[in-house]
C-alpha cells in the first residue's frame, strides 16, 4: 500500500468555522487530524451540526471519506472522534465500535446521503423506455444529465490503493452490445493520459476505469443464475456503468458504489452448497417415487447438470 505521510490533505469542511483548508496546499496528516478535532469537531454543537450536513451533502460525505483515507483514519459518527483503522472507538458508557476496513467507508454512523438525480420525467430520453440502455445511448456517450456538484472530485492513489484493495471481480468477457461503447470509453480516458502524462488524476481513473466499469454480475436469485437472464443482467449492469462514467460528476459515485459493494463471502458458498443439498434430496425422492423426469428438472434447473 502506498504510504500516506507524503500526502498534503486540503480540508474538506474549508470556509466553516475560519478554516481556510490549508491555504490551497493541504495539511500533513498529523496537523490535519489535530485540524478536524480542534476546529470543526470541538464543541457538541459542532458536532451536531457537521453531522447534520454530513448527512445530508451526498458531495461533502464522498470528499471526507476521500481525506480520512487518504490521512488513514475513519471517523465514529457518534462521538466525533477519529481513530486509525487497526483501533477501535470507545464510548463512555462501556459501548465499543469496531473499526472499518481500510476499503470500506471511514464515516461510521452517519449513511451515505442520497446523490442529486433527477426525477423519471426528466430522466428519460424521447421514445426510449426505462429499461436496459440502447446500444446507441452507451457507444454515443449521452450523459446521465445529473446536475455538478460543488466540491471538484479527486482522484488520486488513496482511492486508487482502495480500488485495488477492494479486489473487485471483472468479467472475463465483455459482452457484444457493450464492446464499442467501452472502447470508445477507455480511448478518451487514455487520450487524456496522453494529452497530460503528467496529470495524475488521469493515470488514476485510467486504472480505476476495467475495475468499476466491468465488475462482475452477481446473480441474488435462482431465476438470475440462468444463462439467458445473467447475460441479459450483466450486459445491464456495464451498460448502466459505461452511462455513469461518461459523466464526469456521477463517476465518482460509481466508484464510490462499487467500494460500497458485499462481494460474495464464503457465507453465500455455503448457501448454494445447502442449496444443492436439498436438491439432491429432492431428486433422491423423486426417483423413489419413479419420477424420473421431474428428478432430471431439480437437478437440470440449478445448473448442475
Not at 475495475?211 to 441479459?232: I, M
Request: net charge positive; with cysteine; aromatic share 6%.
Amino acid at each position: 500500500m502506498t504510504s500516506l505521510g507524503a500526502f498534503r490533505i486540503s480540508c474538506p469542511l474549508q470556509g466553516h468555522e475560519g478554516c481556510s483548508g490549508g491555504h490551497e496546499k493541504g495539511f500533513s496528516k498529523k496537523y490535519f487530524i489535530d485540524h478536524l478535532g480542534t476546529r470543526h469537531f470541538k464543541t457538541d454543537a459542532l458536532k451536531a451540526s457537521h453531522k447534520t450536513r454530513i448527512a445530508s451533502d451526498f458531495s461533502l460525505f464522498t470528499t471526507l471519506d476521500q481525506a480520512l483515507h487518504q490521512a488513514g483514519i475513519w471517523l465514529c459518527g457518534e462521538c466525533f472522534r477519529t481513530h486509525t483503522f487497526s483501533k477501535n472507538c470507545k464510548h463512555a458508557v462501556g459501548d465499543m465500535v469496531h473499526a472499518p476496513r481500510y476499503d470500506e467507508v471511514a464515516i461510521y454512523g452517519i449513511p451515505v446521503p442520497l446523490r442529486p438525480t433527477l426525477n423519471a420525467v426528466e430522466e428519460r430520453v424521447a421514445g426510449e423506455s426505462v429499461g436496459i440502455p440502447t446500444v446507441d445511448r452507451v457507444i454515443e456517450g449521452v450523459a446521465t444529465g445529473m446536475p455538478s456538484l460543488d466540491v471538484e472530485p479527486t482522484y488520486d492513489l488513496t482511492l486508487l490503493d482502495r480500488v485495488f484493495a477492494k479486489k473487485l471481480r471483472t468479467v472475463k468477457c465483455i459482452p457484444p452490445r457493450a464492446r464499442l461503447g467501452f472502447a470508445k470509453l477507455f480511448r478518451g480516458m487514455l487520450d487524456k493520459v496522453l494529452a497530460c502524462p503528467g496529470d495524475l488524476s488521469a493515470w488514476v481513473q485510467l486504472l480505476i476505469l476495467p475495475a468499476c466499469v466491468l465488475t462482475a454480475f452477481v446473480p441474488t436469485n435462482r431465476a438470475q443464475r440462468r444463462s439467458g437472464e445473467r447475460e441479459r443482467c450483466q450486459l445491464d449492469s456495464i451498460s448502466r456503468a459505461i452511462l455513469r462514467w461518461r459523466d464526469p460528476v456521477d463517476r465518482l459515485s460509481l466508484v464510490m458504489d462499487r467500494l460500497a459493494e458485499v462481494p460474495p463471502s464464503a457465507k453465500g458458498v455455503t448457501k448454494l452448497k445447502d442449496q444443492d443439498g436439498i436438491n439432491l434430496g429432492q431428486c433422491k425422492r423423486k426417483l423413489g417415487d419413479g419420477h424420473f423426469t421431474a428428478a432430471i428438472k431439480t437437478q437440470y434447473v440449478d445448473g448442475l447438470l
